[in-house]
């Protein structure tokens, strides 16, 4: 029998055995941790359509203003409007653009003026 390798396959154990226990006891990874605010604006403005989508489903403002202030770590009106604005600069679609207009709209955020297509 060659024990040549063996040294090598308990160090292989050891370092395998040790980093696991360091990743899952010492110091775990806590993905929960993630707040709202250290989103991407992309990202944020895709939670506040996903309210914007429930709202227009379920129709129950005071609930939608509970998922903003939840979502938010400032004034959920201000994440609205910047979603309104990341919505329209970014071509999200119109039904989307509507959505949050009209989630802004009901919780009397802003007053959207209607766009005019004239030639």
Known sequence: MNF????????LLIGITLGLFYG???????????????????YRADMVLMVAEIFAAEED???????MITIGF???AELVV???????A?????????????L????DLVTPQPETNQP
Not at 27 to 37: I, K, V
Not at 61 to 67: D, G, L, S, T
Not at 104 to 107: I, M
């Open 74 to 76: 400032k004034p959920y």
């Open 82 to 88: 910047n979603a309104l604005h990341f919505a329209k």
């Open 104 to 107: 802004s709209t009901q919780l």
């Open 4 to 11: 040549r390798y063996t040294p090598l396959l308990v160090g």
């Open 90 to 102: 970014h071509d999200f679609s119109d039904q989307d653009i509507e959505l949050l207009i009209n």
């Open 61 to 67: 403002i005071e609930m939608a203003r509970q998922r």
């Open 24 to 42: 899952w006891v010492i110091r775990p990874l806590n993905s929960g941790e993630t707040a709202p605010h250290s989103l991407q604006q992309q």
